[in-house]
């Protein structure tokens, strides 16, 4: 499978205003060296609790936000170093889903200058023509023509995604961001809006980034999923793979809290020890290792590698330095290459 979007290294860190006394200037790290990639007509789940960087790993792949380092390449080209013009160019292919669907919408615009603004910002086709393509996009959505004229705050929280969406989908981009698309939504409407998304990738054979923290409805329609803890990834695996089988003691920690909808089946839930340490001066090692239950003499000391343990498999932990190989990232539209211990 060919990927359509590999980011390599990506860093992200933010500036920390200094005290009254100044100091030494301090940085929120907030994605430190992330490297993943996302298939044509592929779905990545990339999951975390909230506050470990994930949506603005997905910010920073759109340019929303700049870069510190790193590289991401989308269709064979480095989106990291374009200029502006090629940049606003290039974001009719990439668009974005975002979490609140109230606040992503303008409340003076209707929702056919809502839908049809991308399209008018990108100079495509007249009036008649613009107000044809947002109908289409909103038919796609299950809305109805007649909501053209409609003001966001006409509409149900349900309703409002779904313009979101189609804002999104209307100029037939090739991978589109969903920043915790159903996380504001009532449980009733989630599934509904899940549905959709899975719908739509499958008609329009789009490549989805789905952020989320919750692991159901990543597991829902993810081909693979991609753990993050505190600004780094620690484990990628097909879904089913990490869902059956999951390696790294965080991730176990994760799936151990997903609850199991049948009151006879008991589960054992695994209870991290402290708080989520802070991404302005995080631990040394292994990151995770203040929590964690399995934690050795290493882990503190030495960051752990990625490596491959099982096809397609990846896990950073040192529980398996001496399982699996060496796992680099692939050169730009490359494969996967190990490296024997």
Request: glycine share 10%; aromatic share 4%.
């Given at each position: 499978?060919?990927?359509?979007?590999?980011?390599?290294?990506?860093?992200?860190?933010?500036?920390?205003?200094?005290?009254?006394?100044?100091?030494?200037?301090?940085?929120?790290?907030?994605?430190?060296?992330?490297?993943?990639?996302?298939?044509?007509?592929?779905?990545?789940?990339?999951?975390?609790?909230?506050?470990?960087?994930?949506s603005t790993v997905g910010r920073t792949i759109l340019r929303l936000l700049a870069p510190t380092s790193g590289e991401v390449w989308f269709r064979g080209r480095n989106i990291l170093a374009l200029g502006e013009e090629e940049v606003r160019?290039?974001?009719?292919?990439?668009?974005?889903?975002?979490?609140?669907?109230?606040?992503?919408?303008?409340?003076?615009?209707?929702?056919?200058?809502?839908?049809?603004?991308?399209?008018?910002?990108?100079?495509?086709?007249?009036?008649?023509?613009?107000?044809e393509k947002v109908e289409e996009a909103l038919t796609m959505v299950g809305l109805l023509p007649e909501h053209l004229k409609r003001f966001p705050h006409e509409f149900s929280g349900g309703q409002r995604q779904r313009i979101g969406i189609?804002?999104?989908?209307?100029?037939?981009?090739?991978?589109?961001?969903?920043?915790?698309?159903?996380?504001?939504?009532?449980?009733?409407?989630?599934?509904?809006?899940?549905?959709?998304?899975?719908?739509?990738?499958?008609?329009?054979?789009?490549?989805?980034?789905?952020?989320?923290?919750?692991?159901?409805?990543?597991?829902?329609?993810?081909?693979?999923?991609?753990?993050?803890?505190?600004?780094?990834?620690?484990?990628?695996?097909?879904?089913?793979?990490?869902?059956?089988?999951?390696?790294?003691?965080?991730?176990?920690?994760?799936?151990?809290?997903?609850?199991?909808?049948?009151?006879?089946?008991?589960?054992?839930?695994?209870?991290?020890?402290?708080?989520?340490?802070?991404?302005?001066?995080?631990?040394?090692?292994?990151?995770?290792?203040?929590?964690?239950?399995?934690?050795?003499?290493?882990?503190?000391?030495?960051?752990?590698?990625?490596?491959?343990?099982?096809?397609?498999?990846?896990?950073?932990?040192?529980?398996?330095?001496?399982?699996?190989?060496?796992?680099?990232?692939?050169?730009?539209?490359?494969?996967?290459?190990?490296?024997?211990?």
């Amino acid at each position: 499978m060919s990927a359509i979007l590999d980011v390599r290294n990506l860093v992200k860190h933010f500036p920390v205003r200094r005290g009254i006394l100044g100091g030494e200037r301090r940085y929120v790290r907030a994605v430190d060296g992330v490297s993943f990639t996302v298939g044509s007509q592929e779905t990545l789940g990339l999951v975390g609790e909230s506050g470990c960087g994930k949506s603005t790993v997905g910010r920073t792949i759109l340019r929303l936000l700049a870069p510190t380092s790193g590289e991401v390449w989308f269709r064979g080209r480095n989106i990291l170093a374009l200029g502006e013009e090629e940049v606003r160019s290039l974001r009719r292919e990439m668009q974005i889903v975002f979490q609140d669907p109230f606040g992503a919408l303008n409340p003076r615009l209707t929702v056919e200058q809502i839908v049809g603004e991308p399209l008018k910002n990108h100079g495509i086709g007249n009036r008649r023509e613009r107000r044809e393509k947002v109908e289409e996009a909103l038919t796609m959505v299950g809305l109805l023509p007649e909501h053209l004229k409609r003001f966001p705050h006409e509409f149900s929280g349900g309703q409002r995604q779904r313009i979101g969406i189609a804002r999104a989908l209307v100029l037939r981009p090739r991978l589109v961001v969903a920043d915790e698309p159903v996380s504001a939504l009532d449980v009733s409407v989630q599934a509904q809006v899940l549905n959709l998304i899975a719908r739509l990738q499958r008609e329009l054979r789009l490549s989805i980034m789905l952020i989320s923290h919750d692991l159901g409805v990543v597991r829902h329609i993810s081909r693979r999923v991609a753990v993050m803890y505190l600004g780094e990834i620690v484990e990628v695996a097909p879904a089913g793979d990490l869902y059956g089988n999951p390696l790294h003691p965080y991730t176990q920690a994760l799936l151990s809290a997903v609850p199991v909808p049948n009151p006879r089946l008991a589960k054992k839930r695994i209870v991290l020890a402290g708080d989520v340490p802070s991404p302005i001066d995080p631990p040394s090692g292994c990151r995770f290792h203040p929590r964690c239950p399995r934690r050795m003499e290493i882990c503190p000391v030495e960051p752990p590698k990625t490596r491959q343990v099982a096809l397609g498999h990846l896990v950073a932990c040192h529980l398996y330095d001496t399982q699996g190989e060496m796992w680099i990232p692939p050169a730009p539209g490359g494969r996967e290459s190990q490296e024997p211990m």
